[in-house]
Structure formats: structure tokens, C-alpha cells
């Protein structure tokens, strides 16, 4: 019987080798370019006709990012709008890595943590350094809590510190952890369903709706890797 | 844990590098500006359609104030007319009193002076019906006979003592 966690086994494509390190393109590697694919056709295809009342496909185009338009306007200012392709690029590719990975037999490349931490470090560095940038050394009062008594600064401000410095891997645990889980949750279930015979019709029911739980949880994670994205790009242009 | 297998990671990296980066730029040049273009070509038809509403608005608004204007204004004429009217009725109503009131005075002064005139033809009639009956009466009476001239001159001069 296959283990549940063979679904995440990277399998190599297309060989590369490159200096004695694997660069392979993998199952992975080709789950994100149809990712990349299906986001460009929907957001092309939508806005072929450029209508003035939408149709139903640039409707989801307009609805897309006008969510992502104002998530960024909420949380970050009117200034984060500076970022709006990458913040769209990011929920976009998140969404649909975690959608597609629904799909019996795809993978889900948002279920490795080395795919969410290298994006949650790189929101970290992007969003550290346009603080820098924008408020130079002033930037570090962010660690400072407005209103607390100077009194319990040593105590307060490396506590500040660590908490930023957590934050890729809460980001990218959260996405990494949901993923995992629900995948394997479901091939267990599935599992389950496949030895029990006819009295598997128990475990169907119960993947039925963790298939529901699994689209809500899909839309949902990509939706706080990005909100997070744009509260840590609020700290970094408006400080507090 | 195949998500633990580190070996996997140089590639796993490189490809999001590629796959994210190829996204980017695609909705940077193309998606985004895209989308943009057409909820701003919305924005504008709304605002511009908002525009034409509030002008179309503001030019009823002086149309009917100039309405309003043009009521007051014919309304205040009207009103000039009727005093000038009033005015000018009641000077023509003076003028005919005045006329009649003259043309009343002069029928007096008429009927007045042929009163005179009849008093005066009817006491010179007198004086000479006075003078023959005193012509008569002298010769019936002392049988003298006076002539006309001597009687008139009687008759006046007791006329004048009369009076």
C-alpha cells in the first residue's frame, strides 16, 4: 500500500544537472508553470473583450483584483499599491498552486516547506529592505512599541525583534502545514475507503467533505500568506 | 518526508524562481495593466456620465430660475400695467366730472341769464303797461290828458323813488 506522503515524492522530468547540484525540472517545476499558465490565460482571456459590463470570465478577472486591490489598500495604504503586480503575481500563484493541487493525481507544490519559506524570505527581505530604504535607520523604531514606558524597553524590544524575525516561517509553516495536512488527510481517508470494501462508503463520505473543507482552507491560505504580506508592507512604509 | 529531502531544494527553488519571476512579469507588462485599463475606461464612463448629469442638472436649474425671473418680471409688468390703467381710469373719470360739472355750470349760467333777460323784458313791459294805465288812470280819474312822454317820465322817476 503506497504511503500517504508519496504524493509530495519530487520526481524529475527533464534531468539538469548543474554543477553537482540537482536542477532538474520536476513534477513540481511543471505544476508551477501550468500555474503560471492558467493565470495568464484567465487574466488574457478575461480581458479580451475589455467590456464595459463584464462577462463572466473578466468578472473573475475584475473580482480578482479588486480583492487583491483592496486587501493591499486596507492593509498597507495607498502607497503599497506600488507593489500591486507582484502582491496579485503572489495571491494568484498561491491560490491556484493550492487549487490545482486539488486535483486527483496533480501535485501541490505549495505543500513543500522549502517552496513556502523561500517565498515567505522573500517577502521578509523585499519588505525589510523597503523599510530600510524608505525610512533608513529610523526604520529600527519599529521594534520600539509607541506608548510603552522606556522602563521595559530591554525587556520589550528584543521580544519585538524575535517576533519579526518569526515571521517567514509562521508564513510559510501556516501554508506548508495546511497543505500537508489536508493532502494527507485525504489520501489516508482515501486510503481507508480502499480497504474497506463496501463499508468504505463511510470514508468517501467524510473525504467528500474534507474536499469542501479543503477548497475553503485552498482560498483561505492563499488569501493570509497574502494579507500577512501586505500588514508586514504596512510596517515597512508607515512603521506602526 | 520527501518535503525533507534537501537534495530536492535547489531545484525546487530555481523553478518557483523561474515560474514566479515569468508570472510577475507577465501580469506587471501585460495582466495588470490590462485589467487596470478597463476598470479605469469604467471609471472614467461613470465619473464622465456623472459629469454630464450634474451639468445637465445645473443648466435645468438656470433654466428654471430664468423662468422664475421671467414670471417675477412679467408678473411685476403686469402689475405697472394695471396702476398705469388705474391711474389713468381714474384721471379720465376726474376729466369727466370736470366736464360734466363745467358743462352743468354753464347750462346755470344760461338759464340764469334768460331769467335775467326775461325779468328785464317783463319789467320794461311793466313800466309801459304802467305808464298807460297811469296815462288812462289821470284821464278817468282828473281828466287830464298826459301825454306818453309825460307818464313815462312819471312812471320812472316813481319807479326810481321805489327803489
Redesign the interface.
Same mark, same amino acid.
Given at each position: 500500500m503506497a504511503s500517504p %506522503?508519496d504524493q !509530495?515524492?519530487?520526481k524529475?522530468i527533464i534531468p539538469?544537472e548543474i554543477a553537482g &547540484?540537482?536542477? $532538474? @525540472?520536476?513534477n $513540481? &517545476?511543471l505544476w508551477? &508553470?501550468i500555474? #503560471?499558465a492558467a493565470?495568464?490565460t484567465l #487574466?488574457?482571456l478575461?480581458?479580451r473583450q475589455? &467590456? %464595459?459590463v463584464?462577462g463572466r470570465l473578466?468578472s473573475v478577472? *475584475?473580482l480578482s483584483? *479588486?480583492f487583491v486591490a483592496s486587501m493591499i489598500r486596507d492593509n498597507a495604504g495607498r502607497e503599497g499599491m506600488k507593489y !500591486?503586480?507582484?502582491i !496579485? $503575481? %503572489?495571491f494568484?500563484?498561491i491560490l491556484f498552486g493550492n487549487m490545482l493541487g486539488m486535483i486527483p493525481g496533480s501535485f501541490t !507544490?505549495t505543500?513543500?516547506?522549502? #517552496?513556502t519559506f @523561500?517565498?515567505a524570505a522573500c517577502v521578509f527581505v523585499t519588505v525589510t529592505v523597503i523599510g530600510f530604504m524608505k525610512h533608513g535607520l529610523h526604520f529600527l523604531t519599529l521594534f520600539t512599541p509607541p506608548g510603552a514606558p522606556k522602563a521595559i524597553w530591554p525587556l520589550l524590544v528584543p521580544v519585538e525583534i524575535l517576533s519579526y524575525c518569526v515571521r517567514p516561517i509562521s508564513l510559510s509553516v501556516r501554508l506548508?502545514c495546511n497543505m %500537508?495536512a489536508g493532502l494527507t488527510m485525504m489520501k489516508v481517508f482515501a486510503t481507508f475507503a480502499v480497504a474497506l470494501g463496501i463499508f468504505g462508503f463511510a470514508p468517501l463520505l467524510i473525504i467528500i467533505a474534507l474536499t469542501g473543507l479543503k477548497i475553503l482552507v485552498a482560498f483561505l491560505q492563499a488569501y493570509i500568506f497574502t494579507v500577512l504580506t501586505c500588514v508586514y508592507l504596512h510596517d515597512s512604509l508607515h512603521l506602526h | 518526508?520527501?518535503? /525533507?529531502?534537501g537534495?530536492?531544494?535547489?531545484?525546487?527553488? /530555481?523553478? /518557483? +524562481? +523561474?515560474?514566479?519571476g +515569468? /508570472?510577475?512579469w507577465?501580469?506587471?507588462t501585460?495582466?495588470?495593466p490590462? +485589467?487596470?485599463?478597463?476598470?479605469e475606461?469604467?471609471q472614467d464612463?461613470i465619473a464622465a456620465d456623472l459629469d454630464r448629469a450634474q451639468a445637465l442638472r445645473t443648466e435645468a436649474e438656470k433654466a428654471m430660475q430664468e423662468q422664475q425671473a421671467m414670471i417675477a418680471d412679467a408678473q411685476a409688468r403686469a402689475r405697472t400695467a394695471l396702476l398705469v390703467a388705474q391711474e389713468k381710469s381714474a384721471a379720465e373719470a376726474a376729466r369727466r366730472e370736470r366736464e360734466l360739472e363745467e358743462s352743468l355750470q354753464h347750462q346755470l349760467k344760461e338759464a340764469e341769464a334768460r331769467i335775467q333777460a326775461a325779468r328785464t323784458q317783463a319789467l320794461s313791459e311793466l313800466e309801459a303797461v304802467a305808464t298807460e294805465v297811469s296815462r288812462a288812470a289821470s284821464g278817468h280819474l282828473l281828466g287830464l290828458d298826459i301825454s306818453a312822454e309825460e307818464a313815462a317820465q312819471a312812471v320812472a322817476s316813481a319807479r326810481q323813488g321805489a327803489q
Open positions: %506522503l !509530495f515524492i519530487i524529475p539538469i &547540484a540537482d536542477l $532538474s @525540472f520536476t $513540481s &517545476a508551477m &508553470a500555474s #503560471v493565470i495568464y #487574466v488574457m478575461g480581458t475589455a &467590456a %464595459l463584464p473578466q478577472v *475584475e483584483y *479588486e !500591486f503586480p507582484i !496579485f $503575481s %503572489l494568484m500563484f !507544490f505543500s513543500h516547506i522549502i #517552496v @523561500f517565498m506548508f %500537508l | 518526508m520527501p518535503q /525533507l529531502d537534495s530536492t531544494f535547489p531545484s525546487q527553488v /530555481l523553478w /518557483l +524562481v +523561474v515560474a514566479f +515569468v /508570472l510577475t507577465l501580469m506587471a501585460r495582466g495588470v490590462r +485589467v487596470a485599463d478597463i476598470l475606461t469604467r464612463r
